[in-house]
């Protein structure tokens, strides 16, 4: 299976990540809010996990938006 690709983005106060599968890759964009916002954060993490990403992964992207 292909490397997921993880984008993050401004998506406003409202929306935590969007996830869909691209040619069979998993693609997600990410709230640059989740570096600030805990409950942003949690629920990303909660998509990109329900999405099939694994926890590690999502735990390391999360983290990057943080920076």
Known sequence: MPE???IS???GPHVA???TRI???LTAVVNTLA???P???TEAAVALVVA???AG???GALHGVRR
Request: net charge positive.
């Open 23 to 25: 040619n069979g890759r």
């Open 57 to 59: 992964r999502t735990l």
């Open 9 to 11: 983005t401004a998506l």
């Open 17 to 19: 990540a969007i996830t």
């Open 39 to 41: 409950r942003i954060r």
């Open 52 to 54: 099939g990403m694994d």
């Open 4 to 6: 997921p690709l993880i």
């Open 35 to 37: 570096g600030t916002d």
